[in-house]
């Protein structure tokens, strides 16, 4: 049986349309509330995400997105099993002890709005609003009611960690490019030749070209992202066809699978990971991620984020024009000229 999580997961990949009558109540336990102490708690043991939910129970927005995107099962498990999530009453009064030891009340100062909801920037951005933080601790709000549709380019964004690589802006774009809502997911015609192992390195003993090898995970929705949207951008493709011969290896391949004099299987064990994509990601499987080798097979780099179509483009020229052997990438990058169309 797949570990949970994967299977849940797996699910984003299928359309989901929102019901709009607002009547409907759906039910609100679904995701599993913190308090403050207990997500601290949690986090010092093993860091996740941690999400915060600002509730205002007079308006009605707030108690549509309780019932209806909370209470939504593909939201709720998504949320339980990747974030700490904690529902904050705006007019709570509890003493509360944040995250830094410091304890707010709801002193009066603010009127009846608790002062911890006043400190973190609720009432600037509105109710409903969530703030999200990063495994190190950096926080940004989001205001404004979300729905299914809306919510699931913030969790990603935070749970796959793409914060690392890109703003949310860019990050929001192309999820909403690969993932229309309301709009069934259509086949996309494959601009990249992408080839097996054997292939490759057959290939290459004819006309040597670099090795460009993705390690994708299907449970993984920025992976998908970057292969149906930075990969497949047209000039993008024609660069990788030209200047590279292209591998996609599946991280939970089944076959056996010979590279660099040595044969690999996957062995069932490690969430399913075939020993490949273990052995070229020294175990830390984290996605989406590529590698990249020169005509001779020698490793020339390697990348574990999610990159836009912008941040992607420069560093394939960096390395398919050979400007790795005699510059230095921040005077290249200066001097790069995107060949990308506006879309």
């Not at 974030?83 to 009453?89: G, R, V």
């Not at 390195?201 to 390690?215: D, R, T, V």
């Not at 949207?229 to 200047?243: D, F, M, P, S």
């Not at 599946?250 to 590279?259: G, H, L, Y």
Request: aromatic share 16%.
């Amino acid at each position: 049986m797949k570990n949970l999580i994967y299977v849940i997961i797996f699910l984003l990949f299928f359309e989901y349309t929102l019901s709009q009558n607002t009547n409907n109540i759906i039910d609100t336990n679904k995701v599993e509330w913190l308090n403050f102490e207990t997500a601290l708690s949690k986090f010092k043991e093993k860091q996740k995400p941690v999400l915060i939910f600002f509730d205002n129970p007079d308006m009605d927005s707030c108690n549509v997105m309780l019932n209806q995107t909370f209470g939504n099962e593909e939201v709720s498990n998504y949320i339980n099993i990747l974030f700490y999530p904690i529902k904050l009453n705006s007019y709570s009064k509890d003493s509360i002890k944040f995250f830094d030891g410091t304890v707010y009340t709801n002193s009066g100062a603010n009127g009846k709005y608790h002062d911890l909801v006043v400190k973190l920037g609720a009432l600037d951005s509105g109710f409903p609003s969530l703030l999200m933080f990063t495994k190190e601790a950096n926080g940004t709000i989001f205001g404004g009611f979300k729905d299914r549709n809306q919510i699931f380019p913030i969790l990603i964004y935070y749970a796959e960690e793409a914060y690392n690589a890109t703003t949310y802006e860019n990050f929001e774009k192309y999820y909403y490019k690969t993932y229309p809502p309301g709009q069934k997911q259509i086949m996309t015609r494959v601009l990249v030749k992408w080839r097996t192992f054997d292939e490759a390195m057959e290939l290459n003993k004819q006309i040597p070209k670099k090795i460009f090898i993705n390690i994708y995970d299907n449970y993984s929705m920025s992976s998908t992202m970057m292969n149906l949207k930075t990969y497949n951008n047209k000039q993008i493709a024609e660069y990788l066809n030209n200047k590279f011969y292209c591998i996609n290896l599946n991280v939970r391949e089944k076959e056996e699978i010979n590279f660099l004099d040595k044969k690999f299987i996957n062995e069932g064990l490690s969430h399913e990971y075939h020993q490949l994509a273990i052995s070229l990601l020294n175990g830390k499987m984290k996605f989406p991620a590529f590698l990249i080798f020169d005509e001779k097979i020698n490793y020339l780099d390697k990348m574990q984020k999610y990159m836009t179509p912008e941040d992607f483009e420069p560093l394939i020229y960096f390395i398919g024009k050979n400007a790795y052997k005699t510059e230095k990438w921040p005077d290249f990058l200066k001097s790069f000229e995107s060949k990308l169309i506006k879309e």
